[in-house]
């Protein structure tokens, strides 16, 4: 190897010296232990690009990312760092334009009290990313849980948001205006995450509000148990977009909409979506109800729903659905009298395609093109316990179409993440039946529910 002139030594020491420094300068991590302050000792020191490390403790205080692109991030999970706001004001504030930079990773938020998102609050205009936290006993007139604002489109993944209370809007989650209003690809989106026990104890969206032309995406979550004093038990939808793809939304309860309210939705779309045992304990909609919303409906289950009057399963008010590849049973309305499906004017209408359906209610819809249908117990695995699989000998299994000619939107999976189709058919329903050859030769379904589930 050469020998190095002294010069050229000294070039490459002042090389290294310059890319240490750098490199520290731009990753500076600020260590926060109980008794320091997350703000005071953390956030306010650090500059864009800095990490917050916390660890194990209860944090009493409220934080505000004050517009940085820095990760605060707990040492050792959720369950052993918590940030009590003390009932006042929101846990985690982020409203000066964060961005994908700004990250909140790993606490409990608990205790927060505010007008808008109790436990986090993003202003217009944010998008932070907000990972593997628990958001749990906050309280706020919009938002108990979460709220974000004009043109926000926050990444909520991995979380848990539990027991918190909206006065008006959205018990877990109020999205007003966000997304599109400011980006044309913008969107909160939703991701492994369990939404449940939430409650907006007056109005509208128990789990999640969704309203003034926001647009939103939930991926791969559970919305249970939760509760609406108006409409919309699990998700209320008054919105650009609405996507909702390989979830449960099961036993929420409200007024109107057990499950979902769709108003004046411009796109609705359901894939891979388990809609069971949600109730209106109003009149209409104890699954889905649509008041000029057009969802499009593609291999969802949607069974053991409840409601007082109309459409058990899903009520069409002034509204168009496309129901493709799924499953309607066991929905009760009137009397507790079986109805899948209620078209409840003329100014509505149903396309239904390769779909297990057991009573549709057509009260003068204009539109009613049904093709390739059956009308068959489906033979869920344990609909008594939640468990909405097919099992072997279910006549939903190979009935559904794999034409993505005419389909495009056909899902390449199920609700457990299982490829689709399984014996050269996609089946009706969310779940598709997968049977494995074991090396003994012996057959079994795989079905597993995503994480943390029953199935
Ligand atoms: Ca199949
Ligand atoms: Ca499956």
Request: charged share 15%; proline share 3%.
């Amino acid at each position: 190897m050469k020998k190095l002139h002294r010069t050229e030594k000294l070039a490459m020491l002042t090389l290294i010296a310059i890319f240490l420094m750098s490199g520290a300068a731009e990753a500076a991590i600020h260590q926060i232990y109980p008794g320091n302050s997350i703000q005071q000792d953390g956030i306010d020191v650090a500059v864009n690009g800095d990490v917050v490390i916390v660890h194990p403790g209860i944090y009493y205080e409220n934080i505000d990312f004050s517009g940085k692109a820095v990760v605060v991030r707990s040492l050792s999970g959720p369950f052993s760092c918590i940030i009590d706001a003390g009932g006042n004001g929101s846990v985690v504030t982020l409203d000066s334009g964060e961005g994908s930079g700004s990250v909140l990773r790993g606490f409990t938020l608990s205790n927060g009290s505010a007008q808008a998102g109790g436990g986090i609050y993003c202003g217009d205009n944010t998008s932070p990313l907000i990972y593997d936290c628990i958001v749990n006993q906050n309280a706020a007139v919009f938002g108990g849980g979460i709220f974000a604002g004009y043109g926000a489109s926050p990444v909520i993944r991995s979380c848990n948001i539990a027991v918190n209370q909206a006065d008006n809007y959205g018990g877990g989650i109020c999205l007003e205006g966000s997304g599109v209003q400011t980006n044309p690809a913008g969107r909160p989106v939703i991701t492994g995450c369990t939404i449940s026990y939430n409650q907006c104890v007056n109005g509208s969206g128990g789990g999640v509000y969704s309203a003034n032309n926001a647009a939103l995406s939930i991926v791969s979550s559970e919305i249970q148990y939760n509760g609406a004093g108006d409409k919309a038990g699990g998700v209320y939808c008054s919105s650009h977009t609405v996507t909702i793809r390989t979830s449960w939304i099961n036993d929420n309860h409200a007024q109107n909409g057990g499950a979902v309210y769709a108003e004046q939705t411009g796109f609705l779309e359901m894939i891979n979506c388990e809609i069971t045992d949600n109730t209106a304990l109003g009149n209409y909609g104890g699954g889905i109800n649509c008041h000029h919303a057009d969802p499009r409906i593609v291999n969802c289950t949607i069974a053991g729903n409840r409601t007082q009057t109309y459409g058990g399963g899903i009520l069409l008010y002034r509204s168009s659905a496309e129901v493709i590849n799924s499953i309607l049973w066991n929905n009760r309305a009137w009397q507790n009298q079986s109805e899948d499906i209620n078209i409840h004017d003329n100014q509505s209408g149903l396309i239904i395609h390769y779909t297990d359906v057991e009573v549709i209610e057509n009260l003068g819809g204009v539109v009613l093109n049904s093709y390739n249908n059956i009308s068959a117990d489906p033979e869920f695995a344990n609909p008594a316990s939640g468990d909405y699989g097919l099992t072997f000998g279910s006549p939903c299994r190979n009935l559904g179409t794999s034409d993505t000619g005419t389909y495009p939107f056909l899902p390449v999976d199920d609700i457990e993440g299982d490829a689709r189709p399984q014996e050269g058919c996609h089946d009706m329903g969310a779940d598709e039946y997968a049977v494995v050859i074991q090396p003994a030769g012996s057959m079994f379904s795989s079905r597993f529910r995503g994480e943390g589930g029953a199935h």
